[in-house]
């Protein structure tokens, strides 16, 4: 059986508006686009995994509870517009509050993790995040890299190298992601 291709998404910056340690259900706000841009992913077949450092758990600023009510606001948004989540994957730490973990982007145990529970193809895969951890993975994993400028991705668009392409946001993201699927249908791979 072949593993399902999954675009793996960074949430705060990438998918609803950046609020740095963001604790309360109240200040999710979807990016412009972005539910829009995940349901034709989701319509062409790939995994929707969300993959997200919440350092603000280990720095003590709120707990799991709390982000666990940003996230179910976050599904709750999303599947009024029709959009479901496959997965959700979270790193509570930060090494100078919890010590060093193999979970925290830029590692890719969680990715790891996502493609042994959901049977998805790694290298296949697309990382999209607002910061370059979030996407290095893809090098590590064999998948394909893009960087949003919405977030911090503005500032750290100037240091992506030139194997990361930088998008302006979701929306183009899952352009430059469908328009590479249709290339490689019609190249047969």
């Known amino acids: 059986m072949s593993r399902r291709r999954a675009v793996f998404l960074d949430r705060d910056g990438t998918l609803i508006v950046e609020r740095e340690y963001l604790a309360d259900p109240a200040g999710v706000t979807l990016l412009p686009g972005a539910a829009a841009a995940l349901k034709r992913l989701a319509d062409a077949g790939f995994a929707l995994v969300l993959v997200t450092n919440q ?20 599904e709750q948004d999303l599947a009024a517009e029709g959009v479901t989540l496959d997965g959700v ?66 500032e750290e668009a100037s240091t992506a190298a030139a194997e990361v392409p930088v998008v302006a946001d979701l929306a183009e993201a899952a352009d430059r992601i469908l328009r590479e699927q249709r290339v490689r249908g019609n190249r047969g791979g």
Do not use: M, N
């Open 55 to 74: 350092s603000g758990i280990a720095r003590g600023f709120y707990g799991e509870p709390e982000f666990r009510a940003v996230q179910a606001r976050v």
């Open 89 to 154: 994957y979270l790193c509570p730490h930060h090494p100078d509050f919890s010590g060093p973990c193999d979970c925290r982007k830029p590692g890719d145990a969680l990715f790891r993790r996502a493609a042994e529970e959901l049977g998805l193809d790694l290298a296949g895969s697309w990382y999209v995040g607002d910061r370059l951890r979030d996407v290095e993975p893809a090098r590590r994993l064999g998948g394909q890299a893009l960087l949003v400028r919405t977030g911090y991705g503005a």
